[in-house]
């Protein structure tokens, strides 16, 4: 079983769910055909929008059902493997992911029968809990995808959900080239999709996802093998979207592209197989060498069993009442926070209102990017492809913000918090450009905001389970991102729709730079704001990081 089930077949396996479950980024593509059947104006769109955000963002349930069906167990407990009960061999990580299947299908499948008139179009309130529901299904996945390789790879924690973040904001340009090249011009399949397609995959690959025990390996080499790949998807994905706006492929170059976006995204499982065979032959050698020097000697390590030139991977025991390490060589780590503990301290309400800011200002610009476009002139094919390219800019903040924290931290050793302080920036920036609306904005400013966006993704939960502990991290992170749809209820519904629709016409629709401008000078204002708050929490964690931080991380390279 040792080649299948592993921590690395578990990365690739968190790598395919991770690019399917993006569909609350896809919702300019279908937007249109929603208001158009239901007889929505912009502001009720927006409000259904909004419901989709706080579903995609609001992740409290799937990380209190990890919580209860993933047992936890600290790293610096010594080796020894209780016998587990019959629930915890029977829980796991799949429950999660199954839970998050079921919802995806159920949300999207009521929609797309509104939308294709099986049934008579709800009242706002029930597409907006469907809304929600099908979006929620999101966070049951993510939360399982980010938490579990966060365990599993506790030394390179922002390498690790950058990948994870990363892969959930390019999703969005995958599903929308799978409706480019399968559902081109119908819409409301594209939504049956969606109710399919996430699902599917989850049944697939559940089973792959479980904790290890990865001790006394040099991983970070195979996680950049994974890295070096996920940077060659996303060129060509930038690559296939340029090319589609210059020239009128054919259907048989659409579906060549397709074929060789799908070779891509097998190719994770390549590095999988190849990392596997690599540490099977590092414990082989060791194993002989230890056996051949000493007779009396056991096992080398906890986290693997021989079997003749197998590894055997071995998830953690569920047992928290381990001893623990008591020489000065003790993991450094302050005591794991309850949900309500959590809530009490200053530094999660800071977190709390940077995220109403930096990601609800993102959502109202990714949510009103079709009308953004439309009013300042852009072609349907222009606008469509800016959509596909804000999955680009989304998934480098994403994946560049896990990266280039994790280089900051142990090689320069500043805490992650500055790095956010400087993205708040570069979002007010691109929210002053968007304001402006001036030709070509639309290629510029939303690739600031985009790249911002994404890497408050992977900062936010990194930055969340370093202060607060990694035992409960899955809730207390999805009760901090559940200020991003409040935050694009108050920014898109309340500023952004608000103002829209008091410039448009009968048909409501708008047309100039006067519909967007006092908004996105509001956003840019809000953001700024927030930047000064990051900035004051920068400050209130830099002795925290250096003290204890810092010392994990040199205990994990150890």
Known sequence: MGWVANPWTAVAAAIWIQSSCGASYTFSIYSAVLKST????????????????????????????????????R????????????????????????????????????????????????????????????????????????????????????????????FLGLSGAILIQIYHTFFDGEPSTFILMLALLPSLICVLFMFLLRIYEVHGSDYKKHLDSFSVVTVIIVSYLVFIIILQNIVRLPYWGWMLEFVILMVLLASPFGIAINAH?????????????????????????????ASGDQVEYHELPSDEGQAHVTSDEELPHEEDKSPLQAICTLEFWMLFVIMIS?????????????????????????????????????????????????????????????????????????HLIIACGFRGNLYLGPVLVGIGYGAHWSLMPTITSEIFGVKHMGTIFNAIAAASPLGSYILSVKVVGYIYDKQADEDNFCFGTGCFMPSYFILAGVTFLTLLVALVLYFRTERFYKQVVLRRLKHYAR
């Open 358 to 430: 930096g990601l609800g200002s993102g959502l109202a610009t990714i949510n009103n990017m079709n009308q953004i476009g439309q009013s300042l002139g852009y072609s349907t094919i222009e606008i469509t492809n800016m959509v596909s390219l804000w999955s680009m800019w989304n998934f480098l903040g994403r994946f560049g913000g896990g990266h280039i924290s994790d280089y900051i931290m142990q090689r320069k050793g500043w805490p992650r918090p500055l790095l956010m302080t400087a993205t708040l920036g570069m979002m007010v920036i691109g």
């Open 277 to 305: 065979w690599d540490e099977s032959q590092k414990f082989t050698q060791s194993y002989t060498i230890e056996r051949g020097s000493s007779t009396n000697k056991g096992t080398t390590s906890s986290s693997y069993s």
């Open 38 to 73: 239901q007889g929505y104006d912009q502001s009720t769109l927006d409000t259904v929008s909004v419901f989709k955000d706080i579903g995609a963002n609001f992740g409290v349930l799937s990380g209190l059902l990890y919580t209860a069906v993933v047992p936890y167990t």
């Open 75 to 166: 790293r610096s407990a010594l080796p020894g493997s209780p016998s587990k009960s019959k629930w915890t061999s029977l829980a796991g990580p799949w429950v999660v992911l199954a839970a998050g299947a079921i919802q995806f299908f159920v949300g999207y499948l009521f929609i797309w029968a509104s939308v294709v008139g099986l049934i008579s179009p709800p009242p706002v309130p029930v597409m907006s809990f469907f809304a929600w529901l099908a979006a929620n299904g999101q966070t049951f996945l993510n939360t399982t995808n980010v938490v579990t390789g966060l365990r599993n790879f506790p030394g390179y924690s922002g390498t690790i959900i950058g990948i994870m973040k990363g």
